[in-house]
């Protein structure tokens, strides 16, 4: 497959897996990143202009292909993909391939892209960030960054944030793809490693974050860890001639990722790590003895939970109990370090990680509950026996440790495509680390309709009971007029408080999260209807598109009510931008407690205070919760920031093997 340089549209040499090299992140790449965000930021100054005139050659060229029949059009497809071979992503290609997926998508599916969405596209296809308001129809959007991209002969994936979108979005695209000569397919969690294979070949892949990653992490293994393209080329030369067979991708060429900001900064908190299972009698064993122990020590004197950073401290009292009443055991308990590192590790299973907020007990196993979708990670389990230490602590069966054979973060990942591109509604708070981290330039779209959402004044109550009395008359209220209510929550155990609420109140409703995630698709379907009240966990969030029924909008369109805030004010934006999408009436509130599990970082007097005063402390009240929500950005980004040194440190240190890939 003939590849094309990014910056020049010139043709490439063909390459046997092509990825960028990995970058260093010294002082001079610092520099570097700094100044071309300056140039950036001087050139987008002009940026208006000069779309503009693109606007209106894609238009005038979308007029001609408007008048063509069927069989002309075809012709034309034909014509364009041979240029776009011919002479890669040139201004006049990017323009004519913009105006046929449009006529395309038109005569397709009944979706004609409006001019914001094309000026998305032309920041995607310059490698750019399009920062879109939820409803503006980002799916389609990318489809033309896609498309072009792909007649131009580059392999594109299309990466979000979970299966159930990925292949939501690959259906609603495919007739574009298929009208257009180009073949689409979507990875699937349990595909065979040759359904996978076939997957990737196609011109347009679709994927969820993790799915993709992985398989880029199993070629590695496939690989030896990090070798150039000649040593592969020679690796296919000389004795391993079924190298390619066992490859499952064909490189990283033009990634596109939807609610970037999720999956490029959110998720960059967790490494990649593909594992072989350690023994799970030893693992039971061990994992006992440290409970024990851990039970035995006591808050305050021998270990402090620092609840802003979620980590637990033995004090220096804690250490030395500890090692009395370790003397007794054998093993790891011997070596002072390894038993203060699984002491901490068990502290944590026993302090920090709670049943309902961050797994679940699913098929007698502890299953993970992703904070920022709200889904269930059967696949993942946290790392350090931390993972058996809460099997454990549940009295489940407790399983073998993941033992590591290979290791990335997501931002070397991303990193390593030749392009990358992306989109998301909510990318103003992290433009700064998307631009030093990813290189990523984030484009700011405009709505095409100005937006109707109404954000309600926000309610921040004393007590849990006073704040779910609240949500079940406001849920009443607009009920009443007609309205759809979406309850947002943030883990599975609120949900079912919330659910628990309504029915005591006699509010029929549905509940949604990730204990009945089968039933996504329907709930989400009906949770438009007049009258229908949904409580939804994150599940309901990034990329769900209620749709209004008929005589929905006349009343006020949906109502949006948040009941906590998330660990990232983005999340909580995009939970409530479920609400008055494409123009469309609809309003949003909080309805808060100062017993949310988010203040429990501050440890402050004044939030005790405030609970026993209740008139005039509105401002204080919103204040707190606003200081603890930066409080934990700011925590948040220092983790990524840290992940990152260790994994260049950690390659570093082990590069005479080739490194932990």
Request: glycine fraction near 8%; hydrophobic fraction near 40%.
């Amino acid at each position: 497959m003939e590849q094309f340089d990014d910056a020049t549209a010139r043709p490439l040499r063909l390459e046997f897996y092509p990825e960028r090299s990995d970058r260093e992140d010294g002082w001079l790449e610092s520099v570097e990143t700094a100044l071309s965000g300056a140039l950036g930021a001087a050139l987008r100054l002009f940026h208006p202009v000069a779309e503009r005139i693109t606007l209106r050659r894609i238009a005038r060229a979308g007029r001609k292909i408007e008048r063509l029949h069927d069989a002309a059009l075809e012709g034309e497809i034909r014509e364009t993909r041979a240029a776009l071979r011919r002479h890669g992503l040139t201004g006049a290609n990017i323009r004519r391939g913009f105006a046929l997926v449009r006529e395309v998508s038109r005569r397709e599916l009944g979706l004609r892209h409006h001019d914001v969405q094309i000026r998305g596209g032309l920041a995607m296809i310059r490698g750019e960030l399009a920062e879109m308001d939820t409803g503006e129809g980002k799916t389609i959007t990318a489809a033309l960054a896609a498309a072009t991209a792909a007649m131009a002969g580059m392999p594109v994936h299309v990466i979000t944030v979970n299966g159930y979108l990925a292949r939501r979005d690959c259906e609603t695209l495919l007739p574009v793809y298929r009208a257009l000569g180009l073949t689409s397919a979507v990875i699937e969690e349990d595909m065979a490693p040759e359904d996978r294979r076939a997957a990737y070949g196609a011109d347009i892949c679709h994927a969820s974050n993790t799915e993709i990653a992985f398989d880029y992490l199993r070629d590695r293994l496939v690989f030896g860890g990090r070798q150039g393209d000649l040593q592969r080329r020679l690796r296919r030369l000389t004795g391993d001639r079924d190298l390619e067979n066992r490859l499952t991708m064909r490189g990283l060429h033009f990634a596109i990722v939807d609610e970037a900001d999720s999956v490029l900064v959110d998720e960059a908190r967790t490494p990649l790590i593909i594992s072989r299972q350690s023994n799970p009698e030893d693992e039971a064993a061990w994992t006992g003895q440290a409970l024990a122990l851990a039970r035995e020590l006591r808050q305050g004197v021998d270990y402090k939970v620092v609840g802003d950073e979620r980590r637990v401290r033995l004090t220096e009292p804690g250490r030395e109990t500890l090692a009395r009443r370790a003397a007794r055991l054998d093993g790891l308990w011997a070596s002072p370090i390894r038993r203060e590192e699984v002491m901490h590790q068990a502290l944590s299973a026993l302090h920090l990680f709670n049943l309902g907020d961050h797994y679940l007990i699913h098929d007698g196993k502890v299953q993970i509950v992703d904070e920022y979708t709200g889904r269930l990670q059967p696949d993942r389990s946290w790392s350090d026996g931390l993972h058996q230490l809460i099997e454990a602590k549940e009295g489940v069966e407790v399983t073998g440790q993941n033992l590591s054979m290979a290791r990335m973060t997501y931002q070397r990942f991303f990193r390593r495509y030749r392009m990358l591109a992306g989109m998301t509604g909510t990318a103003r708070e992290v433009r700064g680390e998307l631009r030093s981290v990813y290189g990523l330039q984030v484009s700011r779209i405009p709505p095409n309709r100005p937006s109707r959402l109404r954000f309600w004044r926000p309610k921040v109550r004393a007590r849990m009971a006073d704040k779910w009395d609240r949500v079940a008359a406001s849920a009443a209220r607009e009920l009443a007029r007609g309205r759809p209510v979406l309850i947002g929550t943030r883990s599975v155990a609120a949900s079912v408080q919330a659910s628990a609420v309504l029915t005591a109140a006699g509010i029929d409703h549905q509940v949604l999260n990730a204990e009945n995630d089968t039933e996504e698709a329907a709930v989400i379907a009906g949770a438009g209807a007049p009258g229908r009240v949904t409580v939804a966990t994150n599940m309901a969030g990034r990329g769900v598109d209620i749709a209004l029924e008929d005589g929905v909008s006349a009343v006020g369109g949906l109502h949006v009510i948040l009941t906590e805030r998330h660990d990232a004010g983005r999340i909580d934006r995009q939970l409530a931008g479920r609400a008055g999408r494409r123009g469309e009436p609809g309003s949003a509130e909080e309805i808060l407690s100062l017993d949310d599990q988010l203040l429990d970082l501050l440890q402050m007097p004044l939030r005790r205070r405030l609970a026993r005063i209740g008139w005039g402390t509105y401002g204080l009240r919103l204040r707190l919760f606003n200081r603890a929500q930066r409080r934990t950005e700011r925590a948040h980004a220092r983790v990524r920031k840290e992940l990152v040194r260790q994994d260049r440190r950690l390659n570093t240190l082990l590069s005479f093997t080739g490194g932990l890939e």
